[in-house]
């Protein structure tokens, strides 16, 4: 499983010219889920970015987590984070996860979410368009094969 966290001031996901998601001060997940992906990989991924202290405290030092500053979260799946460029230029996505598994670990991981935080969403294997004004900017990526291997 991969998330590819952005902290932002603002974002948003539109879906044929329709904002379906919106946030302000918070993070922008991409979600990416592959085949060997389960509910404890997913839970330890939530845990440890809802626990990244990356907002700026009083001080100027990334010391606050989401919960501090009472950010939002949108959520958004994105199964080309498995793209696979090894061989030639066009990119291989057999490492992510079947659609009908990867939808389900998708909606367990927004409804986890939604226990404690406020949560926007795009939809699952739609063609959206994201827009976000990148606090930092400061991006942060999390590999659960990295993370726990």
């Not at 998601?21 to 330890?44: N, R, V």
């Not at 294997?125 to 976000?132: N, P, R, S, T, V």
């Amino acid at each position: 499983m991969k998330f590819v966290i952005q902290r932002v001031t603002e974002a948003s996901v539109t879906i044929d010219q329709t904002v379906v998601g919106k946030i302000g001060k918070g993070f922008l997940t991409l979600i990416g889920i592959s085949d060997t992906d389960t509910k404890e990989i997913a839970d330890k991924m939530i845990k440890k970015m809802l626990g990244l202290r990356i907002f700026d405290d009083a001080n100027g030092r990334t010391n606050l987590s989401l919960d501090s500053v009472q950010g939002e979260l949108l959520l958004v799946s994105q199964f080309t984070l498995y793209a696979d460029c090894r061989k030639g230029n066009r990119p291989s996505f057999i490492r992510a996860g079947a659609p009908d598994m990867a939808e389900k670990m998708y909606e367990y991981i927004v409804e986890k979410c939604r226990q404690s935080y406020h949560v926007e969403t795009g939809a699952f294997g739609a063609d959206m368009k994201i827009q976000l004004l990148n606090d930092g900017p400061f991006t942060v990526i999390l590999d659960s094969d990295e993370l726990w291997g």
